[in-house]
């Protein structure tokens, strides 16, 4: 079975940092893309960022770029999103997504079940 | 940015009856491989999402032939052909042609 088990949300003052984890398995993390995906309370849904399959490739929603990092570890199987100098608007559940295979394209097939970020003083 | 702009925000349904939800794009999603590159997603109460269509027509997996999309360059439907109970939720499109991705505003269906 497929799984992402995201983790480290929690309340934090404007200005901190903290740092997502997804744990995944039951696929072949090292040739999927993914994505970190955000819905700030009954709002929609917006895209973060995205990392290719080996970690060379990286593409970020202009309002966090400079300020939040995606990275991955596959010999963990893990994704990671680090998230500095962060805002009352970051304030959101945030999903972990597989997303493309490098040749295939195949939409943000399977979602975590969200880790929640506070952000306010 | 490529915007997403999806009609109605909000759809009442009928079980058993047919609904079908809009989206447009602000730019063409075809790519020169001639597929669209426009995704649907359905949010059920309380849940995450989870992928339904994919290139503006394929099915995901265990997604119900009774749910289709369709439609090309900047003009894409989803329709669902017989609405039933467990299809109440929040319907989204997202393009994935470019970064960043982008979702429309969502339409809400309620029986």
């Known amino acids: 079975e497929v799984q992402l088990v995201e983790s480290g949300g929690g309340l934090v003052q404007p200005g901190g940092s903290l740092r997502l984890s997804c744990a995944t398995s039951g696929f072949t993390f090292t040739t999927s893309w993914m994505s970190w995906v955000r819905q700030a309370p009954g709002k929609g849904l917006e895209w973060v960022a995205n990392i290719d399959q080996d970690g060379s490739g990286k593409n970020y929603v202009d309002s966090v770029k400079g300020r939040f990092t995606i990275s991955r570890d596959n010999a963990e199987t893990s994704l990671y999103l680090q998230m500095n100098s962060l805002r009352v608007e970051d304030t959101a559940v945030y999903y972990c997504?597989?997303?493309?295979?490098?040749?295939?394209?195949?939409?943000?097939?399977?979602w975590g079940q969200g880790t929640t970020v506070i952000v306010s003083s | 940015d490529i915007v997403m702009t999806q009609s109605p925000l909000f759809l009442p349904v009928t079980p058993g009856e047919p609904a079908s939800i809009s989206c447009r794009s602000s730019q063409s999603l075809l790519h020169s491989n001639g597929y669209n590159y426009v995704d649907w997603y359905l949010q059920k109460p309380g849940q995450s999402p989870q992928l339904l269509i994919y290139?503006?027509?394929r099915r995901a997996s265990g997604v119900p032939d009774r749910v289709s999309g369709s439609g090309s360059g900047t003009d894409f439907t989803l329709k669902i052909n017989r609405v039933e109970a467990e299809d109440v939720g929040v319907y989204f499109c997202m393009q994935g042609l470019q970064s960043p991705r982008t979702f429309g505003e969502g339409t809400k269906v309620d029986i």
């Open positions: 997504v597989r997303d493309r295979l490098p040749s295939v394209y195949r939409g943000l097939d399977v």
């Open positions: 290139l503006g027509s």
